[in-house]
T-cell receptor, first 112, second 112 residues
Framework: NAGVTQTPKFQVLKTGQSMTLQCAQDMNHEYMSWYRQDPGMGLRLIHYSVGAGITDQGEVPNGYNVSRSTTEDFPLRLLSAAPSQTSVYFC???????????FGPGTRLLVL | GENVEQHPSTLSVQEGDSAVIKCTYSDSASNYFPWYKQELGKGPQLIIDIRSNVGEKKDQRIAVTLNKTAKHFSLHITETQPEDSAVYFCAASRGGSYIPTFGRGTSLIVHP
């Protein structure tokens, strides 16, 4: 199993540009989530999904959009990038009945 | 919602010393308390967890303790080694919730 994969590893955007951060898992996990990690702020939940077709907002959802059309994929869309969205983004997945979160390697995003 | 406080934010020790990281939580219904280790450039990975029906759990050089009355839990690392250097996150969640609330993280530095 590849586990949780994220692409790209690093991205530079200009203010106002849009992009999609990709996340995929091959463990047949029902739960998937997106976090952002900023210095001194820990891991903050952006959006999460409890299964295909079901998504919900986390602590910091503004400026981000998600969809879950398949069990495997959970893309995160930045609609109009802002410098405040400069961060490291982690995708995680988990299985019903097991509370362990499995994290991807992260995407480092710089918005100029 | 749940609020998890974690201290200290940075911890510097000499190789061979012990390290203790402390967390408090606010939701008395939380009953699952995992600890994650994040090595440089990687995603967090579960290292140990504890449930509310247990007061202490050990795994080789690491141990977690839980005080439900005081709503705090701690991570103890004995005989620290340079490879223990990382960021450690505590988290808390209710049973049936697969989306935990994370603390802000502790950067542990072990000096050879």
């Amino acid at each position: 199993n590849a586990g949780v994969t994220q692409t790209p590893k690093f991205q530079v955007l200009k203010t106002g540009q849009s992009m999609t951060l990709q996340c995929a898992q091959d463990m047949n996990h029902e739960y998937m989530s997106w976090y952002r990690q900023d210095p001194g702020m820990g891991l903050r939940l952006i959006h999460y999904s409890v299964g295909a077709g079901i998504t919900d907002q986390g602590e910091v959802p503004n400026g981000y959009n998600v969809s879950r059309s398949t069990t495997e994929d959970f893309p995160l869309r930045l609609l109009s990038a802002a410098p405040s969205q400069t961060s490291v983004y982690f995708c995680a997945s988990g299985k019903t009945g097991q509370e362990t979160q499995y994290f991807g390697p992260g995407t480092r995003l710089l918005v100029l | 919602g749940e609020n998890v406080e974690q201290h200290p934010s940075t911890l510097s020790v000499q190789e061979g010393d012990s390290a203790v990281i402390k967390c408090t939580y606010s939701d008395s219904a939380s009953n699952y308390f995992p600890w994650y280790k994040q090595e440089l450039g990687k995603g967090p990975q579960l290292i140990i967890d504890i449930r509310s029906n247990v007061g202490e759990k050990k795994d080789q050089r690491i141990a977690v303790t839980l005080n439900k009355t005081a709503k705090h839990f701690s991570l103890h690392i004995t005989e620290t080694q340079p490879e223990d250097s990382a960021v450690y996150f505590c988290a808390a969640s209710r049973g049936g919730s697969y989306i935990p609330t994370f603390g802000r993280g502790t950067s542990l530095i072990v000096h050879p």
